[in-house]
């Protein structure tokens, strides 16, 4: 079945570093991709996402290319701020159904 | 803005109590979902429904049942509480096809005692 795999965590940078958070994906036929974010006792924000291959998607700084050809669909910011710390889930939607990673927790510090 | 409301934030129930989340969303969407979640394991599909009276299991389906009477309400039912089900609970919807958003309530922390 369809699923995703992304890097665990947690991601520990400074303010101002550049972030990569790995997502690959397996799936039959062709997914929607998506990056969601939840900050501390909040629910889950779309953060961004894309529907169709070498599609690119961003927003508030971080942007994801939709690869096919690695099947993946990394998260990228250069320059993290305090205020980015949260735990980014990658997912696929596909057929109907909403597949989720196992999260990443990043922590950015002063 | 669509909205997906989530019935209660925070419950403490029994266990072998009848638990009820409830989950509304005002934007007509046909697909309703249920997740819960867990630290280290993300998201993990419970039920989710493609349109009024239908479902389907999702990855955890057992110990849980489903109701979707109405297009715009998705009900999550525990017959019978476990403390292995204290969890956080989502609720999402999209409209049905390909490449929308799905949009998310926030969530119902249940902790079964």
């Known amino acids: 079945g369809d699923s995703v795999t992304q890097m665990e965590g947690p991601v520990t940078l400074s303010e101002e570093a550049f972030l990569t958070i790995n997502c690959t994906y397996t799936?039959?036929?062709?997914?929607?991709l998506f990056w969601y974010v939840q900050y501390p006792g909040e629910g889950l924000q779309l953060l961004l996402k894309a529907t169709k291959a070498d599609d690119k998607g961003s927003n508030k700084g971080f942007e994801a290319t939709y690869r096919k050809e690695t099947t993946s669909f990394h998260l990228e910011k250069g320059s993290v701020q305090v205020s980015d710390s949260a735990v980014y889930f990658c997912a696929l939607y596909n057929t109907d159904k909403l597949i989720f990673g196992t999260g990443t927790r990043l922590q950015v510090f002063p | 803005d669509v909205k997906v409301t989530q019935s209660s934030r925070y419950l403490v129930k029994r266990t072998g109590e009848k638990v009820f989340l409830e989950c509304v969303q005002d934007m007509d969407h046909e697909n309703m979902f249920w997740y819960r979640q867990d630290p280290g394991l993300g998201l993990r599909l419970i039920y989710f429904s493609y349109d009024v009276k239908m479902k389907e299991k999702g990855d955890i389906p057992e110990g849980y049942s489903v109701s979707r009477e109405k297009k715009e309400r998705f009900s999550l039912i525990l017959e019978s509480a476990s403390t292995n089900q204290t969890s956080m609970y989502l609720c999402a919807s999209t409209r049905r096809g390909w490449g929308n958003t799905i949009y998310f309530g926030e969530g119902s922390w249940l902790t079964v005692v």
């Open positions: 799936a039959t036929g062709y997914p929607s």
